[in-house]
C-alpha cells in the first residue's frame, strides 16, 4: 500500500511541472537546429507549469488565439534571430514574478495583470497599418521597460488600490528608459492607488507622443522626468491631479505623505496645446503635493 502511494504521488509531480531549461518556440522547427523546439502552442496549454525557464523564440509566431501566462516564476521570452516577431491573438500575463521580455517584436496586444519584477527591453510594438493596438498593465509592481519602440501601440498604465493598508509604506517602482513612441502611439498614465502604496516613476530619454498622452495621478508617488521630449500631440501635455474615495487612505504613524513631480531638462514642442496641469475638486489631505521644473 505504501509502495503504490509512492508511485502515484510521483506521477503526480511529474505530470504538474517541467524542469527548468531551455525551449525553442518556432512556427517552423524543421529549419531550426536546437531543441526541443515547438510552436507556442505546444507550450501555451498551461505555462505555469515551466518556471525558471527560458523560451527562446526564432522567425514568425503566429498566435491562433488568446495566450495565457499565469502564476509563472522566472521565465524569460526572448528573440534570438534578426527579426523574432509574435502576430496575432493578445498575450496576457497574470499574477507572476521575474518576467522578461526582449528583443521581440509584437504585432498583437500584451497584458500584464497583478505582477511584480517584468522588465521589457530592446523590443518593437508595432501594429499593422491602419489598426491601433495596446500594450497595457494593471498593477504591475517595479515595472522596467527600456530600448522600446512603440509604433500604433497605445501603452496603458494602471495602478489601483491593494485591498487592505499595509502596516508598512510599501514601495514599488516604474522605469521608463529610452522609449520611443512614434507614428499612431500614445501613452496613458492612470495611478488611482491613494496611499495604500508609493510608487516612484521615472521617465529617463521618453519620446512621445504623435497620439493621446495623459496622465491621471491620484495616489502616493515620486515622479520623475528627466531628459525627454513631448512632440506633436494632440492635446498637449496634460497632467491631472485627481482624488479617490477615502476608503482607499491608508495612514503610516511617523510618516510624511508627499507626492512630487520633477520635470528636468525636458522638451515640450509642436502641441496643439501646452504643458496643462488640473487638479480635480478633492485631492488627498493627507498627501502634500509638490511640482518642480528645471
Same mark, same amino acid.
Request: charged share 10%; aromatic share 14%; glycine share 6%.
Given at each position: 500500500?505504501?509502495?503504490?502511494?509512492?508511485?502515484?504521488?510521483?506521477?503526480? =509531480?511529474?505530470?504538474?511541472?517541467?524542469?527548468?531549461?531551455?525551449?525553442?518556440? =518556432?512556427?517552423?522547427?524543421?529549419?531550426?537546429?536546437?531543441?526541443?523546439?515547438?510552436?507556442?502552442?505546444?507550450?501555451?496549454?498551461?505555462?505555469?507549469?515551466?518556471?525558471?525557464?527560458?523560451? $527562446?523564440?526564432?522567425?514568425?509566431?503566429?498566435?491562433?488565439?488568446?495566450?495565457?501566462?499565469?502564476?509563472?516564476?522566472?521565465?524569460?521570452?526572448?528573440?534570438?534571430?534578426?527579426?523574432?516577431?509574435?502576430?496575432?491573438?493578445?498575450?496576457?500575463?497574470?499574477?507572476?514574478?521575474?518576467?522578461?521580455?526582449?528583443?521581440?517584436?509584437?504585432?498583437?496586444?500584451?497584458?500584464?495583470? =497583478?505582477?511584480?519584477?517584468?522588465? *521589457?527591453?530592446?523590443?518593437?510594438?508595432?501594429?499593422? #497599418?491602419?489598426?491601433?493596438?495596446?500594450?497595457?498593465?494593471?498593477?504591475?509592481?517595479?515595472?522596467?521597460?527600456?530600448?522600446?519602440?512603440?509604433?500604433?501601440?497605445?501603452?496603458?498604465?494602471?495602478?489601483? #488600490?491593494? #485591498? &487592505?493598508?499595509?502596516?508598512?509604506?510599501?514601495? +514599488?517602482?516604474? *522605469?521608463?528608459?529610452?522609449?520611443?513612441?512614434?507614428?499612431?502611439?500614445?501613452?496613458?498614465?492612470?495611478?488611482?492607488?491613494?496611499?495604500? $502604496?508609493?510608487?516612484?516613476?521615472?521617465?529617463?530619454?521618453?519620446?512621445?507622443?504623435?497620439?493621446?498622452?495623459?496622465?491621471?495621478?491620484?495616489?502616493?508617488?515620486?515622479?520623475?522626468? &528627466?531628459?525627454?521630449?513631448?512632440?506633436?500631440?494632440?492635446?498637449?501635455?496634460?497632467?491631472?491631479?485627481?482624488?479617490?474615495?477615502?476608503?482607499?487612505?491608508?495612514?503610516? #504613524?511617523?510618516?510624511?505623505?508627499?507626492?512630487?513631480? &520633477?520635470?528636468?531638462?525636458?522638451?515640450?514642442?509642436?502641441?496643439?496645446?501646452?504643458?496643462?496641469?488640473?487638479?480635480?475638486?478633492?485631492?488627498?489631505?493627507?498627501?502634500? +503635493?509638490?511640482?518642480?521644473?528645471?
Amino acid at each position: 500500500m505504501s509502495l503504490l502511494l509512492v508511485v502515484v504521488l510521483l506521477f503526480f =509531480s511529474s505530470s504538474c511541472s517541467v524542469s527548468s531549461g531551455q525551449y525553442y518556440v =518556432s512556427d517552423d522547427c524543421s529549419s531550426v537546429t536546437q531543441s526541443p523546439c515547438n510552436p507556442l502552442s505546444v507550450y501555451a496549454g498551461d505555462m505555469s507549469q515551466y518556471n525558471s525557464t527560458i523560451f $527562446y523564440f526564432i522567425g514568425t509566431t503566429n498566435i491562433e488565439y488568446n495566450v495565457n501566462m499565469t502564476s509563472v516564476k522566472n521565465v524569460t521570452l526572448h528573440g534570438l534571430d534578426q527579426s523574432p516577431s509574435i502576430n496575432g491573438f493578445p498575450i496576457s500575463v497574470y499574477y507572476s514574478d521575474h518576467v522578461t521580455i526582449s528583443n521581440l517584436s509584437f504585432h498583437c496586444s500584451v497584458t500584464v495583470h =497583478s505582477s511584480y519584477n517584468v522588465t *521589457i527591453t530592446n523590443s518593437v510594438f508595432a501594429s499593422d #497599418p491602419g489598426t491601433m493596438a495596446f500594450t497595457s498593465t494593471y498593477n504591475v509592481f517595479d515595472f522596467k521597460v527600456s530600448s522600446v519602440i512603440f509604433t500604433g501601440y497605445e501603452f496603458i498604465i494602471n495602478y489601483n #488600490p491593494l #485591498p &487592505i493598508c499595509s502596516s508598512e509604506l510599501l514601495h +514599488y517602482s516604474l *522605469i521608463l528608459t529610452s522609449v520611443n513612441f512614434t507614428t499612431g502611439s500614445g501613452m496613458t498614465l492612470h495611478i488611482q492607488h491613494s496611499t495604500t $502604496y508609493n510608487v516612484s516613476i521615472i521617465f529617463d530619454l521618453v519620446e512621445c507622443c504623435a497620439n493621446i498622452l495623459e496622465f491621471s495621478l491620484g495616489g502616493l508617488f515620486n515622479f520623475f522626468i &528627466i531628459n525627454s521630449s513631448f512632440h506633436d500631440n494632440v492635446s498637449g501635455f496634460s497632467v491631472l491631479f485627481v482624488g479617490y474615495s477615502k476608503s482607499s487612505d491608508c495612514t503610516y #504613524p511617523g510618516i510624511q505623505l508627499t507626492s512630487t513631480l &520633477i520635470l528636468e531638462n525636458s522638451q515640450f514642442y509642436n502641441n496643439r496645446q501646452g504643458l496643462k496641469i488640473n487638479s480635480g475638486e478633492y485631492l488627498l489631505k493627507a498627501v502634500n +503635493y509638490y511640482l518642480h521644473y528645471y
